[in-house]
């Protein structure tokens, strides 16, 4: 079993909609979890950490529910430089797991 | 610029020639990694070090060594490398393995 999971995509969605990605991680002991963008293949960049209380900036809001052990994230009004790949990253005994990433494509 | 540059960007190869790809970051920073991405497996952690002298393997280790003699620099080593190491590398840097982490631009590995 991977150690986080995100479904793969692609969510194709218009200008304007609100899209919700979801990921998993199967270890209870993780300690850090973060949001990162990549486009094309680029390393990936910081969107945001991810805290038990939840966090919004902007656009972006993102939970984690350590019962259930998933982190999701909302982007709302979606604008066209949103399309990316969205990768979940969970922070475990020093090392980091990635999720294979969420591909969003947003239209005009 | 707080920055992680990696070199090279792009490296053709042939099987067995070992190689070098070098990684240095400026920010002070003590947790250091390197990542393999393949299409459809996402990242994946090759090695880390929580700081100087201090490596350990990540998930896929097989086939690299590193090394961190200073605390900027953390090179990765392909003593032989093979058609399967094939991929697209980025290192990255954080305070901690708590943090969050700057990737470098990545190097594009292609083993003949």
């Known amino acids: 079993r991977k150690e986080v999971e995100q479904d793969p995509g692609p969510f194709n969605v218009p200008e304007g909609a609100t899209v919700a990605f979801n990921c998993t991680y199967s270890n209870s002991a993780s300690q850090s979890f973060f949001w990162y963008r990549q486009d094309c293949r680029k390393e990936p960049k910081l969107l945001m950490s991810v805290y038990s209380s939840g966090n919004e900036d902007g656009r972006f809001t993102a939970q984690l529910n350590r019962a259930s052990q998933y982190i999701s994230l909302l982007i709302r009004d979606s604008k066209l430089s949103d399309s990316a790949t969205y990768l979940c990253v969970v922070s475990s005994f020093n090392k980091f797991y990635f999720g294979s990433g969420t591909k969003l494509n947003v239209k005009p | 610029e707080a920055q992680v540059t990696q070199n090279p960007r792009y490296l053709i190869t042939v099987t067995g020639k070992k190689l070098t790809v070098t990684c240095s970051q400026n920010m002070n920073h003590e947790y250091m990694s390197w990542y393999r991405q393949d299409p459809g497996l996402g990242l994946r952690q090759i090695y880390y070090?929580?700081?100087?002298?201090?490596?350990d393997k990540g998930d896929v280790p097989e086939g690299y060594k590193v090394s961190r003699k200073e605390k900027r620099n953390f090179p990765l080593i392909l003593e032989s490398p093979s058609p399967n190491q094939t991929s697209l590398y980025f290192c990255a840097s954080s305070k901690s393995s708590l943090n969050i982490q700057y990737f470098g631009a990545g190097t594009r590995l292609s083993v003949l």
């Open positions: 070090s929580m700081n100087v002298e201090v490596t």
